[in-house]
């Protein structure tokens, strides 16, 4: 699997931790040897000195390569060993099934092919109306809400017995199962972890699907982005969200423009999917308007832009970024500027930082699912 991005990072990572786990055993041999031959031999003052001296500088690399070893990994998951270690780097810039894509683009190349494998499995244990991947959307978004506390576990059940069959779900509820409903919400913990600009994007529309808002019930486009409020090492994710409530097919064209940004200015032409309107705010539990259903249908209908931003090396402060949306006849539909301070320090969003985040996040889901 060498020839996957992101493996290098893990391999990379794995030589170094184990280089330095033999080098804090052999520094330990060895100063134990010491410290034993002072105790049980005729040494003499000086070589005692010197013995006792060298126990003490091969205990202080051990206790080094041990800091460095708990610092570096702050967990170990059985049953994705290699998830902490890996690092994102390539995307889709359109995200077609959007939680589903998002979850692939932040697994480890290992995890990646098995996730892979579950999904082709799935063929035969989805309803007659679905795919395994409208399935494991459906299933992924359904997840989301009960994180947010919008639907209990039951009502989580429930919705996956909307899609899955008798067979998926016993697999989904064997906690032995390599995808199931505790492996599940450890790997969207960790994606959330990662990129909690998607996941904003999708808690507005979920207001806004509740509360009927005029943006999504009244106009016939819809425009929503969202950016980390700050970023490190010159770079940040953009998300961009497009509904196209107007009836009709259309092309439209969304300008991106970073100040002082790497490109400056990005054009993308795009047609969007017709989506249908809610025409009145979105109940749990009401029949036809309930807001599983309107959620997915407005998520399944939507544009979602993953975007990647960057600016030049050694760049700090505030920088505004504009979307505009523009329609077929090049009339500005909707128009949004939103800031995010450019930082080389600590940066809570930031890729090292969202890394170890996501690790220990998916170890505190772990330690509270065992307990």
Same mark, same amino acid.
């Given at each position: 699997?060498?020839?996957? *991005? ?6 990379? =990572? #794995? @030589?170094?931790? /184990? &280089? ?5 055993? %052999? ?53 994705? *060993? ?6 994102? =780097? #390539? @995307?889709?810039? /359109? &995200? ?5 894509? %998002? ?269």
């Amino acid at each position: 699997m060498e020839a996957y *991005p992101g493996v290098e990072r893990i391999l990379n =990572t #794995l @030589h170094e931790r /184990t &280089l330095r786990e033999r080098t804090r055993i %052999l520094c330990s041999a060895l100063a134990g040897g010491a410290l034993n031959s002072v105790d049980n031999f005729e040494t003499g003052t000086v070589l005692a000195s010197i013995l006792s001296g060298l126990a003490l500088f091969l205990g202080s690399i051990s206790m080094i390569n041990t800091l460095q070893l708990e610092r570096r990994i702050p967990m170990t998951d059985p049953d994705f *060993p290699l998830l902490s270690m890996h690092a994102p =780097t #390539l @995307h889709q810039s /359109t &995200l077609d099934r959007v939680l589903s894509d %998002l979850v692939v683009a932040h697994l480890d190349p290992e995890t990646a092919g098995e996730w892979d494998d579950w999904v082709i499995g799935l063929e035969n244990k989805v309803r007659s109306n679905q795919t395994p991947e409208s399935a494991v959307e459906h299933l992924l978004r359904v997840l989301h809400l009960n994180h947010l506390g919008l639907l209990d576990n039951e009502r989580l059940v429930s919705e996956s017995k909307r899609v899955f069959r008798v067979a998926a779900i016993d697999d989904l509820n064997n906690d032995g199962s390599k995808f199931s409903y505790r492996t599940l919400r450890r790997l969207m913990a960790h994606t959330r972890a990662w990129q909690p600009g998607l996941f904003r994007l999708i808690d507005r529309l979920e207001d806004a699907a509740l509360r009927g808002h005029s943006s999504l019930i009244e106009n016939s486009w819809r425009l929503d982005l969202d950016i980390p409020p700050r970023c490190s090492q010159g770079q940040g994710d953009l998300f961009v969200m497009i509904h196209n409530h107007s009836r009709k097919p259309a092309q439209i064209e969304v300008d991106i423009i970073a100040a002082d940004g790497e490109p400056h200015h990005q054009t993308l032409r795009l047609n969007p999917p017709v989506s249908r309107q809610p025409k009145k705010p979105a109940n749990i539990g009401e029949e036809g308007n309930d807001i599983v259903d309107v959620l997915g249908r407005l998520i399944d209908n939507s544009l979602v832009l993953w975007i990647g931003l960057a600016w030049p090396s050694g760049s700090t402060g505030s920088k505004p970024v504009q979307v505009n949306l523009r329609g077929p006849n090049g009339e500005t539909l909707s128009s949004f500027v939103v800031q995010t301070t450019l930082s080389s320090g600590f940066n809570p969003e930031g890729a090292t930082e969202k890394m170890l985040d996501a690790a220990a996040t998916v170890r505190r889901i772990a330690l509270s699912v065992a307990e």
